[in-house]
């Protein structure tokens, strides 16, 4: 066989403890590795973005863009990768071009190497302002663009479809292509044809990268598959946060390819102080509550369901606030069904909590009989084209109070906005830097509080809550 390394992205310092504990690990519990893990030889070390931005300001008190200032200081060699959301950035709504622009400036300035871009919809249009972005300020080797496909299984999703949309991503001026599992659906046999396909259209220069998770048992198979039809990089997780919803473990795959042509290069010695040190941190959140020990087992429902792990957990937890637990499985029968009736979406954030939700009250109230705000959005094109063809009926009864279904690009509909959240920030007294304005963007009420535990921290009281004991932030 012809010798081919194969490279990984290590996804300890982001999704591992996203998928395991929460997201709830701390700065202070990656910077003792920090120089280890940048010395063991990684593709990236995925550590930013994704859910970290809102659990940093909401739980942890961190700001993330010191947090990844603070990355940067340690991890000289090794590119930090992040996740973000194409227009929706990281968070639930889409937002004008200008926050997009200035958003990916902060953090290429700030640190991040690669940037992997994903829209629920699988709609090419929601990453062009973001690509555009990432070209102009990542330009000279600065930060990789990489388009990532949601993947999902339907009636539309077809390989032909997956790999015509690798193809538009590529000529949009993606450096990698990522086939993003998120929810574990992909299987190896379909792993390898649909690597195959996608590679044999590529241009040589760019790189496919694979990203699955365990939850059904089948993730380290989907990768061995995926790397013997060529796929160039693979995303793990070290043992202690990899696994069940997280991705596969890094030291097995480190072995398994080690003297093989798909070899590594990676000193599996290297990596046990950092499996040493995330044991203690995993035993740590587990000990917090935010680590359950049933996320490392097998759940064979996602493929029965198409149900990722985390939107099981949201439908349960709306059950069980309405006292209708018994009615999960009549739930889980009815995700199919709305998600037939609007086009077939992806079931990734947030259209997972979408469909979810949607389910729930077709359940509970009667199919239809109350659409949520979200859903509405969603059938009318807000977030974007969907991939197949929506019920016609449900269609107009969303239409049914004058409003309109959408064809052009979300944002096309938005202003401009960041001088306006810029001068909010300054208003309420907390401006510190750029950054600030970005932080409310995503998230207004949490970062409002947190700008207020800042405040607090830095003067020791916070004298203007002290002196207006009355007073309401805008949010």
Known sequence: MESRKVLITDTILRDAHQSHAATRMKFEDMEPMLPLLDDIGYYSLEAWGGATFDSCLRFLNEDPWERLRKLKKYLKKTPIQMLLRGQNLLGYRHYADDV????????????????????????????????????????GGKCVCECAISYT???????????????????????????????????????????????????????????????????????????????????????????GTSNPATEPLVAALKGTPYDTGIDINKLLPAVNH????????????????KVRSIDINTLLYQVPGGMLSNLMNQLKQAGKEDKLHDCLAEVPVVRKDCGYPPLVTPTSQIVGTQAVWNVLLGRYKT????????????????PGEENADLVNHCKEHGEEQITCRPADLLEDEFDILTQKVKDMGFYTQEEDALSY???????????????????????????????????
């Open 153 to 243: 299984t339907s009636p539309v999703h077809t390989t032909e479809y997956f790999v015509k949309l690798a193809k538009q991503f590529e000529d949009m001026g993606a450096d990698n292509i990522c086939i993003k599992d998120m929810a574990n659906l992909l299987l190896p046999f379909t792993a390898y044809e649909l690597v195959k396909e996608i590679k044999a259209e590529l241009l040589p220069k760019t790189k496919l990268h694979l990203h699955t998770h365990n939850t059904t048992g089948t993730g380290d198979m989907i990768n061995l598959m995926a790397i013997q039809a060529g796929v160039d990089i693979v995303d793990c997780a070290l043992s202690p946060l990899g696994n």
């Open 100 to 139: 997009v622009d200035k958003f990916i400036e902060k953090s290429i300035e700030n640190g991040v190497g690669v940037i992997r871009l994903f829209d629920a919809l699988n709609d090419p249009r929601n990453l062009e302002a973001s690509v555009k972005a990432i070209k102009k300020y990542g330009a």
């Open 371 to 386: 659409i949520t705000a979200q859903f509405k959005d969603l059938i009318l094109g807000k977030y974007g084209a969907l």
């Open 441 to 475: 963007a995503l998230f207004p009420e949490v970062a409002t509080n947190f700008f207020k535990w800042r405040k607090a921290k830095d003067i020791g009281v916070d004298s203007d809550m002290a002196a207006n004991p009355e007073k309401v932030y805008p949010v």
């Open 278 to 293: 995330f044991k203690k941190v995993a035993s740590r959140l587990e000990k917090d509550g935010y680590l359950n020990p």
